[in-house]
């Protein structure tokens, strides 16, 4: 068929059993697109009569009237009668894509319809990043993988601050604590729903002991001393007096440690409990300790509270300055 002819090519999309696309087209077609895996019609309209028709794939042969020439068992014939001559692809791949040619001969001279067949594929990430558990001031590296037809974008997205980044590849200098969080890796070429994957990205940092308190406390009552500290992994918590680790006894202290803080609980105090006593907070990267006092209301003791943090062999002293006090 020619621009002059009156023959009509038509295309109809079956998508998955349950449900059916049909697309009409006009004379002519440049083009026609499907998903993979869906099934399509290719129809050619005859209103004249004709004494030999055939479907071509480029230059194969799929059809001359009823003979099937393929070796495709995808390939079949949909309808032929004197107005309908037309083919059916079942479960199209992307290596169907391309010129399918309806060709016959009227009276009068040969006619000839093209159209081009594109495979659409949604969008896939094939491979990205597994989780990652880094240490601070490391160089991080994520890559996401996808295909599609056409070519799908990449974005990364990081989900704490909101920001995207185009590209395959997420790089990340000297990471800081505070970038620890879940990326996401959006692919999409606007032939289905993006396709996403979340990656984990662990900062591994020092316990940073971030409450020191002294306390006063009243014999026969209670008293509790508090350390907390921020730390990845969670820190582990020790606590000391006159350079003795102290352990539960007598009914009168309990050491209660949480996620993130350690509670020294004295049930009930007593003249030898006042005095000085350490926190030490450590994990795998380093410790910090704290130093802190359980003073009688009335009586104030001179010194400093003292904060201690080791890390990889460092040593940083922070001063904690109290004011010097007299006892009453």
């Known amino acids: ?98 010129p399918y040619t309806c060709s016959f001969q009227a009276r009068t001279k040969p006619r000839t319809a093209h159209v081009y067949l594109i495979v659409q594929v949604p969008a896939r990430i094939v491979n990205t990043s597994q989780d990652k558990s880094v240490n601070e001031g490391d160089d991080v590296n994520l890559f996401c993988l996808a295909i599609g037809r056409p070519e799908p974008t990449i974005t990364w997205k990081d989900l704490k601050s909101g920001r995207t980044y185009e590209g395959e590849f997420l790089d990340i200098t000297e990471i800081k604590r505070h970038q620890a969080e879940e990326f996401v890796c959006i692919t999409n070429n606007g032939v289905a729903p993006p396709d996403t994957r979340r990656v984990k990205v662990t900062v591994n940092y020092p316990p940073m002991i971030t409450d020191v308190k002294n306390m006063p406390a009243q014999v026969g009552k209670t008293a509790i001393l508090r350390c907390e500290a921020m730390a990845v992994p969670t820190a582990s918590f020790e606590w000391y007096r006159d350079d003795r680790r102290l352990m539960e006894s007598d009914n009168t202290l309990r050491i209660k440690n949480e996620k993130t803080r350690s509670l020294l609980l004295f049930t009930n105090v007593t003249e030898k409990h006042f005095g000085n006593y350490t926190c030490f907070a450590s994990n795998r990267l380093g410790a910090s300790n704290a130093s802190m006092l359980l003073f009688r209301p009335g009586a104030v003791y001179g010194g400093n509270a003292s904060l201690n943090t080791r890390i990889s062999g460092l040593v940083f002293w922070l001063s904690l300055t109290m004011s010097v006090l007299l006892k009453v």
């Open 1 to 98: 068929m020619n621009r002059s002819g009156s023959s009509l090519f038509s295309v109809v999309t079956l998508a998955r059993p349950s449900s059916v696309q049909a697309v009409e087209f006009g004379y002519f077609p440049d083009n026609i697109t499907v998903l993979e895996g869906q099934s399509v019609i290719l129809r050619c309209k005859i209103d004249e009569e004709v004494t030999h028709k055939a479907w071509l794939n480029r230059s194969n042969i799929l059809f001359t009237g009823n003979e099937k020439w393929s070796l495709d068992t995808r390939v079949s014939m949909a309808n032929n009668n004197e107005s309908d001559f037309s083919i059916q692809i079942e479960r199209v791949a992307v290596a169907d894509e391309g």
